[in-house]
């Protein structure tokens, strides 16, 4: 089992759509988890951190289920600006502790179309 | 406040051939990473470092070294490129927790 897994997709929504993606982690030890938007041919960047009474910014939700090891970002109101990969990153922890290591998911690709 | 500066953003090298890949951050972050990205493969850690003049091996780390001499430059060193190691390379830096990215380095192997 991948220590974080996610569906690639594509998921293709249209304009105003709600769009919602699951990620699954394999570490029941985890304690830090984000997600991150990377557009083609550029750099990871920190979408939002997942607390667990869940937070929200704007459009996006994000959601964690501890008991399952499961994390979920929710996207309302889809526009053609959020088309770009999500990826879905859990701590990498081990028996010392936090290793300031992050496990990166391979990423789900979100098109939105007018 | 440039973040995380990575040098160069391209580069074409042939087999064999060696280069020092420059990153440098300006945040005071202990932490930093470098990563490469292929195709089809999520991020996979390379070398990291969780302060200066300490490095450890991350999943990958065959064909390259490191160094961390200074706390805000993290140098990855390939001594003999090899076609394999055609990628897009990230630098990462944290204080802990989220880490944030420069914008890539190029590299391709001939």
């Known amino acids: 089992r991948k220590e974080v897994e996610q569906d690639p997709g594509p998921f293709n929504v249209p304009e105003g759509a709600t769009v919602a993606f699951n990620c699954t982690y394999s570490n029941s030890a985890s304690q830090s988890f984000f997600w991150y938007r990377q557009d083609c041919r550029k750099e990871p960047k920190l979408l939002m951190s997942?607390?667990?009474s869940g937070n929200e910014d704007g459009r996006f939700t994000a959601q964690l289920n501890r008991a399952s090891q499961y994390i979920s970002l929710l996207i309302r109101d889809s526009k053609l600006s959020d088309s770009a990969t999500y990826l879905c990153?859990?701590?990498?922890?081990?028996?010392?502790?936090?290793?300031?290591?992050?496990?990166f998911g391979q990423g789900t690709t979100l098109q939105v179309k007018p | 406040n440039a973040g995380v500066t990575q040098t160069p953003k391209f580069r074409v090298l042939k087999t064999g051939q060696s280069m020092t890949l420059l990153c440098a951050q300006d945040m005071n972050h202990e932490y930093m990473y470098w990563y490469r990205q292929d195709p089809g493969m999520g991020l996979r850690l390379i070398h990291y470092s969780v302060g200066e003049g300490t490095t450890a091996k991350g999943e990958v780390p065959d064909g390259y070294n490191v160094s961390r001499l200074k706390k805000q430059n993290f140098l990855l060193g390939l001594e003999s490129a090899a076609p394999s190691q055609t990628s897009v390379y990230f630098c990462?830096?944290?204080?802990?927790?989220?880490?944030?990215f420069g914008d890539g380095t190029r590299l391709s192997i001939l």
């Open positions: 997942v607390y667990s």
């Open positions: 990462a830096s944290s204080f802990r927790g989220a880490q944030h």
């Open positions: 990153v859990v701590d990498r922890v081990h028996g010392s502790g936090n290793t300031g290591k992050l496990i």
